[in-house]
């Protein structure tokens, strides 16, 4: 090969801006994806706790004759609608260790299963959110 030849492989790095643009810009997308997909992991178990916030006072006050349906609406409210896939109502003597003068607490569990487009590890996740409101009698 001549000195000739030696040169024009030395300076063929035309492609090599695209080429480490395109990895430096896939792993950049994959990071911004990742940090929405969290934001809205962390804004959906917030409005379902606030859901279960709510249902728990309605439940404790008797403002509402089906809590489950009250959760349901709420969480359509945040734009979650069909999101609680499960819900309980307990009314057990303690609250996370504390105790009440009347002893009854309202205790409303709401489980969902996790909807955003996640990937197969990621995609079976369920949101388990609890809340307590005292029974005054």
């Known amino acids: ?29 994959a990071m911004l994806l990742g940090m929405v ?14 859901t279960a916030d709510l249902t728990a006072r309605c439940a404790a006050l008797g403002s509402c004759a089906d809590p489950s349906g009250f959760a349901t609406a709420q969480a359509g409210q945040w734009g979650l609608s069909g999101a609680v896939s499960h819900i309980s109502v307990t009314t057990p003597g303690q609250c996370h260790g504390i105790t009440t003068t009347s002893g009854k ?15 197969p590890p990621l995609s079976g996740m369920t949101l ?3 809340a307590c409101y005292p029974v005054v009698s």
């Open 1 to 29: 090969m001549s000195m000739r030849g030696h040169r024009r492989c030395g300076r063929g790095g035309r492609g090599a801006a695209a080429l480490e643009f395109a990895i430096v810009a896939s792993v950049f997308i």
């Open 37 to 50: 997909e969290l934001g809205l992991l962390w804004w959906t178990r917030n409005a379902l706790q606030l």
């Open 105 to 119: 607490f309202v205790m409303v569990q709401i489980e969902s299963g996790y909807w955003a487009g996640l990937p």
């Open 128 to 130: 388990q959110v609890s």
